[in-house]
């Protein structure tokens, strides 16, 4: 029986799946890893444990399917963007990661936006903002405030990368990576942002970057001997190339058609809409973005940095009190609004359609009648008013999305469904299998060894449908009006933001 591997490198942690060709699971594990948060909107987290979870997880996934090392032909590996690491010589880290909800290079991204550079077209319709989530501010920030970091690093890439590296020895690029967040253009001669490296006097960096620059699909090559006994795999297995987990989930979605909307969830909120033209942008968004999701397409992007997480928070607030389907069952229970509670989002920053590293979340109206169950269903209300404050942005830009795809940590709730369905007056889809990034990460690995001609061939066999949520008219009303006191949190509140230096 040949199977391949699928594996998708989160925020809290790893997980990975045996697939066969059919886009069933065999078997699948996790294994988590710290984060270390710090002041200035620091997140950084330690690049040998997410080496020492893939292994644990890859070999927990074999077991549970009850397959042999032989049979796994090929493992396509998705992960967070951009989280930076620093790489030595032997490709060791001289430092922490600097996790992608990082945005300590705030004023990093302002230098950069300042360049006026061709490359910032898919900034705003060149407008702006820049992110400081970003890879050339990150690696600026890098550069002035630990020269002696930046000076011994002689690999600044990825996690992707930084992986890609451990299984095969070759140091190689994403392509979803590198033109979402390094400012790379595959209609661009030669592909790199030399003039905005040179505006900012930044040229060496890249020399750090990888070389080779290779799409999701592509193979990269075979384990090495550590790799395959690290993972208890064969030398013989292939390393496909994936790349950004929530381009990846779109693949596993099936979402890589002019028109459709993909919303990928898990810590973050991200929204993909696939469009035929590259003209297609808008300030508030970015793109779009040549040749992704897949060959031929173009891609216009929006992103929420705090969603998943904010829960994830008031559980650590909650302690052992906290129980999540006791939760949804009283937060559902509760009016659209929650008795006057209101939430903005912003707990790391905006990243659209402001891009505002400095904004930060609220509760608002809060009253001594209000509890848990107010608190967590007004933090995901004020999540899906986030949302559809991009799909409004993206409407503008001439978008006309019909139906939202989810998958991933949301998509297993039917309160946050229910209630996307209702802000947003737009049906929300469920695939049969809504751990998307994995099945894309597998219909990659099963293209690169040629089992489908395509990756379009590849969604036709495994992704399936599943179930579809319709807004319901009497709170999709209820939503229009709490919305407009939503978007009304932002301009109100920027005079408090945080102004500390990073």
Not at 372 to 396: K, Q, V
Not at 459 to 464: E, F, G, H, L, T
């Amino acid at each position: 029986m040949s199977v391949v591997i699928g594996v998708d490198g989160g925020t809290e942690g790893l997980r990975a799946g045996v697939y066969n060709r059919a886009g069933r699971c065999l078997g699948a594990a996790s294994q988590n890893y710290d984060t270390q948060f710090s002041a200035g909107a620091r997140a950084e987290q330690n690049p040998e444990e997410w080496w020492s979870a893939l292994g644990i997880a890859v070999r927990k996934a074999m077991t549970a399917a009850g397959v042999s090392p032989d049979a796994v032909d090929a493992i396509a590996l998705d992960t967070t963007s951009c989280t930076v690491v620093a790489l030595d010589r032997d490709g060791r880290p001289v430092r922490p990661a600097i996790l992608w909800m990082d945005v300590r290079a705030g004023a990093e991204a302002a230098a950069v936006l300042a360049t006026g550079d061709e490359a910032l077209r898919v900034n705003g319709a060149e407008q702006g903002p820049v992110s400081a989530e970003w890879m050339i501010p990150k690696a600026l920030w890098i550069s002035r405030h630990e020269p002696d970091v930046f000076a011994q690093a002689a690999t600044i890439c990825e996690y992707q990368d930084f992986m890609t590296l451990r299984l095969t020895g070759r140091r190689v690029g994403s392509l979803t990576n590198v033109s979402l967040r390094w400012h790379y253009s595959s209609e661009r001669k030669g592909g790199w942002p030399y003039g905005l490296l040179k505006a900012l006097d930044l040229e060496i960096l890249a020399d750090k970057w990888p070389s080779d620059i290779l799409p999701p699909g592509d193979v990269i090559g075979p384990l090495t001997t550590a790799a395959a006994a690290h993972l208890g795999l064969s030398e013989r297995t292939q390393v496909i190339q994936g790349g950004v987990d929530a381009v990846i989930g779109m693949i596993g979605l099936g979402v890589a058609a002019p028109g459709q909307l993909a919303l990928i969830t898990g810590s973050s909120h991200l929204q993909f809409g696939v469009v035929a033209d590259g003209a297609i942008s808008k300030p508030g968004l970015w793109g779009a973005y040549p040749d992704l999701p897949i060959p031929g397409r173009y891609m216009l992007e929006g992103g929420q940095t705090s969603t998943g997480s904010i829960v994830n928070w008031l559980r650590r607030l909650g302690g052992s009190s906290f129980d999540l389907a006791t939760l949804n069952e009283e937060a559902a229970a509760l009016r659209p609004g929650c008795d006057g509670l209101l939430v903005l989002d912003h707990f790391q920053g905006n990243r659209t359609p402001y891009t505002d590293p400095h904004s930060r979340g609220a509760f608002v109206g809060l009253t001594l009648a209000h509890g848990m169950p107010h608190l967590f269903r007004a933090a995901i209300e004020g999540i899906c008013m986030g949302t559809r404050s991009i799909l409004d942005r993206m409407a503008e830009a001439g978008f006309d999305g019909r139906e939202i795809v989810i998958g991933g940590g949301a998509a297993k709730s039917d309160l946050w469904l229910q209630i996307h369905a209702d802000t947003a007056g737009l049906p929300v889809v469920v695939p049969d299998a809504a751990d998307a990034p994995l099945v894309g990460a597998a219909i990659l690995a099963f293209t690169g060894i040629g089992v489908f001609a395509s990756i379009s061939e590849g969604i036709a066999a495994m992704v399936r449908p599943g179930r579809r949520i319709e807004p319901r008219p009497a709170e999709r009303a209820l939503y229009d009006d709490i919305y407009l006191r939503y978007v009304e949190l932002y301009p109100a509140l920027r005079p408090f933001r945080s102004t500390a230096s990073a």
